[in-house]
C-alpha cells in the first residue's frame, strides 16, 4: 500500500503545473544505444529559471534522440536544441489543459485507490484461509480485519490528499 502511494507521488511530479521541474522529464525514455533508458540516466536536468528546463546530455550524440522522445512524450513541449544543450519553455497552462491534467490527475488517484483496495482484498483472502486452517483464531481474524481496514482507510485517505494537493497545484499555477 505504501509503494502505490509513493508510485502516485511519482506519476503526479511528473504532471505539469506550469512551473519548470525536473522531475517533469525525467522520467521520458530515450533510445540510447539500442535500449530504452529514463532521461535522467543519460542526461543533466536543470531548471534555472521557474519556466525553463534545461537538458545537458552526457553523450552529445543523444541529443537528437532527446530530442525525439520529448516530442512523442504527452507533455506538449517542444524542444529547442543548440548542438550542446536542449532547452524547454514551459508554457503557461490554459484552462483547457488545466481541465484535462486534474481529469488525469482524478483518474491516476482512482487507479491508486483501486490497487490499495485490492491489496486489502488479497490480504483478507489470506486471513481467511488462515482461520479455515486453524492458524489463527476467530477472534484474530475480526482484529486483524479492523486494522487492515484502518490501515487501507489511512492509505486510500493519503492518496487522497495526494490528489487534492496536486489539483490545488493545478488550479493557482
Not at 73 to 79: E, I, K, T, V, Y
Amino acid at each position: 500500500m505504501q509503494m502505490s502511494v509513493e508510485t502516485l507521488n511519482r506519476e503526479l511530479a511528473s504532471i505539469r503545473t506550469g512551473h519548470a521541474t525536473p522531475s517533469l522529464i525525467e522520467h521520458i525514455k530515450v533510445e540510447y544505444s539500442g535500449a530504452l533508458i529514463p532521461l535522467n540516466q543519460i542526461a543533466g536536468i536543470s531548471a534555472p529559471e521557474v519556466r525553463l528546463l534545461v537538458i545537458h546530455p552526457w553523450d552529445p550524440g543523444s541529443i537528437h534522440s532527446i530530442e525525439k522522445s520529448i516530442l512523442k512524450s504527452d507533455l506538449g513541449l517542444n524542444p529547442i536544441n543548440d548542438g550542446n544543450v536542449i532547452r524547454l519553455n514551459i508554457p503557461p497552462l490554459t484552462e483547457e489543459r488545466r481541465q484535462e491534467l486534474i481529469k488525469i490527475v482524478r483518474r491516476r488517484v482512482e487507479e491508486r485507490r483501486i490497487a490499495i483496495r485490492n491489496l486489502r482484498r488479497e490480504a483478507m483472502d489470506e486471513l481467511k484461509r488462515l482461520e479455515k486452517n486453524k492458524d489463527i483464531s476467530q477472534d484474530e481474524h475480526k482484529r486483524s480485519l479492523d486494522q487492515l481496514q484502518k490501515l487501507t482507510d489511512s492509505f486510500i485517505a493519503s492518496t487522497e490528499k495526494i490528489g487534492q494537493d496536486k489539483e490545488v497545484e493545478l488550479g493557482t499555477a
